[in-house]
């Protein structure tokens, strides 16, 4: 079974902290991806990484940075925490099988509250 | 722009009944659609997927039917379960932009009652 892991289940920071989430996967999967999740907006792509050192942008990457170091291991960065981050975190992964899109895998959530 | 809409926030069903969940995109390069369940305090997971090629996959009690004229999917549960109440997302990818990402929309809330 694949299995991913978030490092914390629930945090509480203030504005203007420097905030790091961790995701690691045990699977191998070259994919990595972070969303957040907000009522009424499901899950919207923050950033996402097809390869070790190697990062995209999704969806709403503003005020977040990414650092993907090792290939099980993707990690989401708020430089400056703001009250608007106060949200789900989720952590998700795939693999490519002969080119075709595969699922993807999540993790627990990190529950943010920036205060 | 939101490219894949779930306009259902929520749903109430009986148990023993069919849940209908339904799910429109505005894409037509979409080529893969799924569908996630997420109970309250843990992620997403994976329930069921259909390819643009075919028009219904089942898996016991769910089935997926996709109608790509209407650009429109549907997921059916029957009988309903207590234990399928969840949020239930759907999502899609588009296979030729070889990235992986998938586009979700807002999710719906089903509650099943006993």
């Known amino acids: 079974d694949v299995k991913v892991t978030q490092s914390s289940r629930y945090l509480v920071k203030r504005t203007g902290e420097k905030v790091f989430l961790e995701c690691v996967q045990d699977m191998d999967h070259e994919n990595m991806f972070w969303y957040r999740q907000d009522p009424g907006l499901g899950l919207r792509l923050i950033y996402f990484s097809y390869d070790v050192k190697m990062k995209e942008k999704g969806d709403i990457p503003e005020g977040y940075s990414v650092s993907r170091e090792k290939k099980e291991r993707f990690s989401l960065i708020l430089e400056s925490a703001s009250t608007n981050q106060t949200s789900m975190y989720l952590c998700?992964?795939?693999?490519?099988?002969?080119?075709?899109?595969?699922?993807?895998?999540f993790g627990p959530g990190t529950r943010l509250l920036v205060l | 722009d939101q490219q894949v809409k779930q306009n259902s926030p929520s749903l109430s069903v009986q148990e023993g009944r069919i849940s209908i969940l339904n799910c429109d995109y505005t894409?037509?390069?979409?080529?893969?659609f799924l569908w996630y369940k997420k109970y309250p305090a843990e992620g997403p997971t994976f329930l069921i997927s259909i390819s643009s090629i075919k028009d219904k996959n089942e898996d016991g009690r769910f089935t997926v039917f996709l109608n790509k004229s209407a650009k429109h999917l549907s997921l059916h549960i029957v009988p309903s379960q207590p234990g399928d109440s969840a949020v239930y997302f759907c999502?899609?990818?588009?296979?030729?932009?070889?990235?992986?990402?998938?586009?979700f929309g807002q999710g719906t809330t089903l509650q099943v009652k006993p």
């Open positions: 998700a992964s795939s693999t490519w099988d002969r080119g075709l899109v595969e699922t993807q895998y």
């Open positions: 894409n037509s390069m979409f080529d893969y």
């Open positions: 999502a899609a990818s588009q296979f030729s932009s070889n990235t992986g990402k998938l586009i």
